[in-house]
C-alpha cells in the first residue's frame, strides 16, 4: 500500500521501516492484548503441562496479525500474495477458536480444516506460477501434471501445519526452530533471485516471530498456541513452493519434522494399521529429550536449534555449488 505513495527509489527505506513497524508492532500488542487471550488449563499428560497453566494461550493471534497489517502496508501486493494472507488469518483463526473453546477440537475436524486451506493453497499456487519443479541440490527439473502437483501440494501444506503444530511445547522451540527455517529459505530465494516481494514477506514474518519470543522465551509470559503453531507451518509451506523447489522442505525443516511428525506416524500406524513402532520412545521427541534423557527446556531449543542450522548450512552451500 504504501508503495503507491513512496517515490521511487526509497524501496530500501520503506523495507527498513517495515521490518521495524512488524517488530514494534508485535511487542506492544502483545504486551497491550495478552491480558484478553484465553487462559491454558494445563496439559495434564504434557511434560511439566501444569506448569503452563494460567498463562495467556493463542498469542499467535497477535504476531500472525502484525505480520498480516505489515505485509499490507509495505508489501508490493497483487492476489496471489492476498490470497496466501487470507489463508493464513484462515489457519490462524481455526486454531484460535480451538485454542478458546472450552471443549477441543477434534483431530478430524482441524485435519479436514487443515487439508481444505491446503487445497486452496494448491489452486492459488498453480494459478500464479509454473508446475515446473526443481531438485536444487540435484540441479535437476521436471515438470509435474497439475493434478499430481496439486496432490503433493496438499500433501506439503497439509503436513507443514501439522508437524509444526505438533512441535509445540517448549518454550522458544517452534518459534525458533520455524525463524531458522524461514530464514534457510530467505537465503535460498536470494540465490535463485525470487521476487522481491516473497523474500520480503519472509522477513517480516520472522521479525514479528521474534516480537513474541520476546515474552515466550523460557520461563514464557504466554504462548502461541495453535493460532500461531498452524499459521508458522502454512507459511513456511508457502515460502517454500515459491522457491520452485519444494522438495528442500525436508532437509530446511527436519528438526520439526523429525519432532512434530515422528508422532503423526506413530499414531496413524496405529490406529490405522495397527503397526506399533517407536514403543519406547517418547512423541513428540521435544518431550522425551526433556523426559528421558533430563535435557533442560533452554538445552532443548538451542540443541534442536543447532542441529537445524548445521543442516540448513549444508543446504546453502549445496545450492551455490
Same mark, same amino acid.
Given at each position: ?33 495478552? @491480558? ?97 519443479? &526443481? ?28 508437524? =509444526? ?18 530464514? =534457510?529459505?530467505? %537465503?535460498?530465494?536470494?540465490?535463485? &533471485?525470487?521476487? &522481491? ?20 522465551? =523460557? ?16 507459511? %513456511? ?44 520412545? @517418547? ?16 538445552? =532443548? ?21
Amino acid at each position: 500500500m504504501l508503495h503507491s505513495l513512496m517515490p521511487q527509489g526509497h524501496d530500501s527505506l520503506l523495507a527498513f521501516g517495515g521490518i521495524l513497524f512488524a517488530f514494534i508492532a508485535t511487542v506492544l500488542a502483545t504486551a497491550k492484548l495478552s @491480558r484478553y487471550l484465553p487462559k491454558d488449563a494445563g496439559r495434564e499428560f504434557a511434560h511439566d503441562g501444569k506448569l503452563s497453566a494460567g498463562k495467556p494461550r493463542g498469542a499467535g493471534i497477535i504476531f500472525v496479525l502484525a505480520f498480516v497489517v505489515a505485509a499490507l502496508l509495505f508489501v508490493p501486493l497483487n492476489a496471489e500474495i492476498v490470497i496466501y494472507l487470507i489463508l493464513i488469518v484462515i489457519s490462524m483463526m481455526t486454531g484460535f477458536l480451538d485454542d478458546a473453546s472450552k471443549n477441543p477440537w477434534g483431530e478430524y475436524k482441524k485435519g479436514f480444516l487443515d487439508l481444505c486451506v491446503a487445497a486452496l493453497v494448491a489452486l492459488n499456487f498453480l494459478k500464479y506460477n509454473s508446475n515446473v519443479v &526443481e531438485l536444487a541440490l540435484f540441479d535437476i527439473k521436471f515438470t509435474l501434471h497439475p493434478l499430481l502437483f496439486a496432490l503433493c501440494i496438499i500433501v506439503l501444506v497439509w503436513a507443514s501445519v501439522n508437524v =509444526t503444530n505438533c512441535a509445540d511445547g517448549v518454550d522458544g522451540l517452534s518459534g525458533t526452530l520455524t525463524i531458522i527455517t524461514i530464514m =534457510t529459505i530467505y %537465503i535460498i530465494d536470494r540465490i535463485k &533471485e525470487m521476487p &522481491e516481494s516473497s523474500s520480503f514477506m519472509i522477513l517480516l514474518f520472522a521479525v514479528c516471530i521474534l516480537g513474541y519470543l520476546w515474552y515466550n522465551a =523460557t520461563p514464557s509470559k504466554l504462548m502461541m498456541g495453535d493460532a500461531g503453531s498452524r499459521a508458522m507451518g502454512l507459511f %513456511i509451506s508457502i515460502a517454500i513452493l515459491k522457491t520452485g523447489c519444494p522438495l528442500l522442505y525436508i532437509p530446511v525443516a527436519i528438526v520439526l519434522i523429525l519432532d512434530g511428525g515422528l508422532g503423526l506416524v506413530k499414531v496413524f500406524l496405529l490406529r490405522f494399521c495397527k503397526i506399533h513402532i517407536l514403543k519406547n520412545v @517418547r512423541t513428540p521427541l521435544h518431550d522425551h529429550v526433556r523426559k528421558v534423557w533430563d535435557w533442560s527446556n533452554t538445552q =532443548t531449543v538451542f540443541r534442536f536449534a543447532i542441529i537445524q542450522i548445521i543442516v540448513s548450512m549444508a543446504v546453502i552451500y549445496g545450492i551455490q555449488i
